[in-house]
């Protein structure tokens, strides 16, 4: 089944602790993306990759790190976690970057941090 | 920065009513899409839209690139339809490689 997963699904966290946020796709896309969604504000795009080895900022790029060494995963690290960055997150991917492409979401992950 | 504008924000409605969402922007874009969250939080895809109108099943989408405007209606609404509706500009050579978002619609439809 084509899919976008992601781990864990909920996690409660201390500030300060160093967290990985896992994702992956099994459809070969190659445009990947996290985004958080606070209430009020909507989703925000944290970082984006184009490709393999291709990663950029999105808008709130501030406290969180990425890597894109394989096609199929994603990760989004949080070297330093702060209860502002407690929100739900969610990852993405599409066969490309562009306009004309559905944009595949994992299920989320609800992050605290304390 | 690139504005992404929904409204309403909350909607409730009774079930057969006709519902319509609007979503502007500010930016020139190719294309413009249109999400669907669940109550549960899953989010996907309903439309990809760059002219004219599209329709599956009881939604329909329409947008006027010139107008910067596009339009989400439901027919016949029903309690299954109750979701966060989010529109979303898509990567552009107007936009760069990012998405942006409006911040959703809460639809609440009443049996």
């Known amino acids: 089944e084509a899919q976008v997963t992601q781990n864990p699904r909920y996690l409660i966290t201390v500030t300060g602790k160093k967290l990985t946020v896992t994702c992956s796709q099994n459809?070969?896309?190659?445009?990947m993306s996290w985004y958080r969604q606070d209430p009020g504000l909507g989703l925000r795009q944290i970082y984006y990759?184009?490709?393999?080895?291709?990663?950029d900022k999105g808008d709130v790029p501030e406290g969180y790190k990425v890597s894109r060494k394989e096609k199929r995963n994603f990760p989004l690290i949080l070297e330093s976690p702060s209860p502002n960055q407690t929100s739900l997150y969610f990852c993405?991917?599409?066969?490309?970057?562009?306009?004309?492409?559905?944009?595949?979401f994992g299920p989320g992950t609800r992050l605290t941090v304390t | 920065k690139n504005e992404v504008e929904q409204s309403p924000q909350n909607l409730t409605a009774q079930e057969g009513e006709f519902i319509t969402i609007n979503c502007s922007y500010s930016?020139?874009?190719?294309?413009l899409h249109w999400l669907q969250q669940h109550p549960g939080g899953g989010i996907v895809s309903l439309f990809m839209?760059?002219?004219g109108k599209k329709k599956h099943g009881r939604l329909i989408a329409t947008i006027n690139i010139q107008e910067k405007h596009s339009s989400l209606h439901i027919t016949a609404s029903h309690p299954r339809d109750s979701a966060v509706y989010i529109c979303?500009?898509?990567?552009?050579?107007?936009?760069?490689?990012?998405?942006?978002f409006g911040t959703g619609t809460s639809l609440t439809v009443i049996p």
């Open positions: 459809m070969n896309h190659e445009y």
């Open positions: 979303a500009v898509p990567p552009s050579h107007y936009t760069g490689n990012q998405f942006y």
């Open positions: 990759s184009m490709n393999v080895e291709v990663t």
């Open positions: 930016v020139g874009i190719s294309a």
């Open positions: 993405a991917s599409s066969l490309r970057g562009g306009a004309y492409y559905e944009q595949y």
């Open positions: 839209l760059s002219s």
